[in-house]
């Protein structure tokens, strides 16, 4: 398993009764999480000091309780700098598994600028800019794409807390598809790719992604993007039932058989400072180049 055991800002404390206890910051929360299947093991005291607890619905959805939580408030992993405030469907605008990625990639990029060759990034479905803070700051060009426009806006502020609004990142309002056609069209090239795409979603002009139907026949798009000397490709998911060997499959298909390199594909996960376990988060699939 791919684990993100690096941060100081964020922690699992528990995970019990179909829900995890996180430590953001200084604030106490408790979210739902699927993952979270077995009752009566609170073993963490912090179950009841909670800044905000998401209550789930029988009718699907949810709604927040809060007792002493901020409208916003910030995190830090590294140098970057996240701005969080709690969503009506139980995010806080981060998923911090996320940050193995980052480290991952940070990595090859400084690798390759120190030799001194540049590298674009592109990063579709980017959300509230994780990767793309992470890329910047390890010296990457990058394309920030996403229909949302305020997720758009808030990666910016991100991008600003973190001291990072001279670097080279382009910020793209745009369904990630047409987006990549368009590039295409253009012969834009780019020398990583990362994707993060939804089980189910709409574009701006209401276009419908269904991920079963269309992550395939996206990949093989944006291979058509990639560059002459390709650094990585990195896929992630979060949809239930998509194996880890699914993106390795769909790497190998698409990208080892055009441009050899290797590939690595894994649950990624937090640690749970109260039980030593570790909660899956999702799977990635990452291409690299040798």
Known sequence: MILADQWKDY????????????RWGK?????????????????APEWKKLNAHYHRSQKGGGEWEFFDLPEEWQIRYGSLRFNLKPFSFKHTGLFPEQAANWD??????????????????????????GA?????????????????????GWAKENAEASGLSDRPIRWLVDDCQKFVEREIRRGNRYDAIIMDPPSYGRGPKGEI?????????????????????????LLNSYTTGFAPAVLSYLLGIEVQ??????????????PVRETGLVLPCGSSGRWTAD
Request: hydrophobic letters at 45%; charged letters at 25%; a negative charge.
């Open 132 to 152: 793309t803070l992470s890329a910047a700051a390890a010296g990457a060009s990058v394309t920030h794409v996403d229909a949302s426009k305020g997720m758009v």
């Open 209 to 233: 992604w269904k991920i079963e139907d269309m992550f395939h026949p996206f990949l093989k798009l944006c291979v058509q993007l990639l560059s002459d000397d390709p650094l990585f490709v």
């Open 104 to 129: 991952w990639f940070s990595e090859l990029i400084r690798a390759r600028v120190s030799r001194g060759k540049p590298v674009k990034v592109l990063n579709l479905f980017a959300y509230t800019g």
């Open 27 to 43: 604030y106490i929360l408790r979210r739902p999480d699927p993952q979270v299947i077995w009752q009566d093991v609170q073993k």
């Open 11 to 22: 922690e699992i404390l528990d995970c019990s009764d179909g829900d995890k206890l996180e």
């Open 257 to 270: 058989s055009r441009f050899g390199g290797s590939i690595e594909a894994s649950e990624i996960g937090l």
